[in-house]
């Protein structure tokens, strides 16, 4: 199997079984909508914050495979990270997509599988739709902790 077989792989099958998927709409989440006009992707995350960890991840939308299923790679890294870590992979991830290869890629995990979406610029804001999401998400849960 060479690379980008495997790479249409991890983003079919986060696509046909979506990791965290629903959201749960009760107060300890703090929710975001994003949308992509240009592919008409619908991006609902949540973010659940506990001492600076990242608790829980869920995510929920409708679009095209890329964008929802990097919500769905998305999801699974960012759980169980500190908000800092987050917004180290959350960087690298921009990084990758827009063509500057990580320093370690194996902290970005399936995530990496993305690295094919800089031959394609206008696919770009699919990739990054959910990680912009989560982004917005965790700078407005710092606002309200401050
Ligand atoms: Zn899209």
Redesign the pocket.
């Known amino acids: 199997m060479d690379l980008n077989t495997l790479y249409r792989t991890v983003i079919m099958d986060n696509y046909k079984n979506p990791k965290n998927k629903g959201l749960k709409k009760t107060d300890d989440y703090h929710f975001v909508h994003l949308n992509?006009p240009s592919?008409?992707?619908e991006m609902n995350v949540e973010i659940k914050v506990n001492n600076g960890v990242i608790e829980d991840v869920r995510q929920d939308g409708h679009?095209?495979s890329?964008?929802m299923s990097s919500a769905s790679v998305m999801s699974d890294l960012l759980i169980g990270k500190t908000i800092n870590e987050a917004k180290h992979l959350i960087y690298e991830f921009f990084e990758l997509v827009q063509g500057i290869d990580p320093e370690d890629e194996e902290e970005l995990g399936e995530a990496i599988a993305y690295m094919g979406v800089r031959q394609f610029p206008a696919?770009i804001k699919?990739a990054t739709l959910a990680w912009k999401a989560i982004e917005k998400a965790i700078e407005e849960v710092e606002e309200d902790v401050k």
């Open positions: 992509n592919c008409g992707d679009g095209c890329i964008s696919r699919c």
